[in-house]
């Protein structure tokens, strides 16, 4: 089993949905959480930290739920410039290692 | 400006021939890693290292060595690369120690093949 699971994808939805990325982890030591973005074979960039309080910026929210060892990635109003890859990030081992999840396709189409 | 650099960014070899890909950082961070990014199995941690002279392993360590004598190079080295190493690899970097709590900037990548 890997150690940070997401669903591949890719999701295909119209502009101006609204869209749900969900990743678990198996190991319940992990320290932090990310979600990051990455455009076609370039290099990931972070879209947000994930907190258990949850954490908002614009149309994207982020959970972390330890209990379930489950994070979700949440976009609102969708765009075409949304089109990318998400990819669930975690850091182990005192904060030194990072797993990234293979990561979520998403095309968003007018 | 402050950025990660790669060097090469495309390199085609062949099997056996030493080489080593560059990183390079100019943010004064002290954490650094390698990655390598494939098809399917997303991006897996090579290398990292806290400081200078301090490095570890990640999770797929085999095949590669990395060494830090500086605080801005961070140099991956194949010492007889494999067909199997053909891939995508990145160097990241963060202000602090860790991972864990900061962002990670990543270079352009390379995109490595190895016949």
């Known amino acids: 089993r890997k150690e940070v699971e997401q669903d591949p994808g890719p999701f295909n939805v119209p502009e101006g949905a609204t869209v749900a990325f969900n990743c678990t982890y198996s190991?319940?030591?992990?320290?932090?959480f990310f979600w990051y973005r990455q455009d076609c074979r370039k290099e990931p960039k972070l879209l947000m930290s994930?907190?258990?309080s949850g954490n908002e910026d614009g149309r994207f929210t982020a959970q972390l739920n330890r209990a379930s060892q489950y994070i979700s990635l949440l976009i609102r109003d969708s765009k075409l410039s949304d089109s990318a890859t998400y990819l669930c990030v975690v850091t182990n081992t005192g904060g030194f290692k990072t797993i990234f999840g293979a990561g979520t396709r998403l095309f968003v189409k007018a | 400006e402050a950025q990660v650099t790669q060097n090469p960014r495309y390199l085609i070899t062949v099997t056996g021939k030493k080489l080593t890909v560059t990183c390079s950082q100019n943010m004064n961070h002290e954490y650094m890693s390698w990655y390598r990014q494939d098809p399917g199995l997303g991006l897996r941690q090579i290398y990292y290292s806290m400081n200078v002279e301090v490095t570890d392993k990640g999770d797929v360590p085999e095949g590669y060595k990395v060494s830090r004598k500086e605080k801005r190079n961070f140099p991956l080295i194949l010492e007889s690369p494999s067909p199997n190493q053909t891939s995508l690899y990145f160097c990241?970097?963060?202000?602090?120690?860790?991972?864990?709590?900061?962002?990670?900037?990543f270079g352009p990548g390379t995109r490595l093949t190895v016949l």
């Open positions: 190991n319940s030591a992990s320290q932090s």
């Open positions: 994930v907190y258990s």
């Open positions: 990241a970097s963060t202000p602090g120690g860790k991972s864990s709590t900061d962002t990670q900037y």
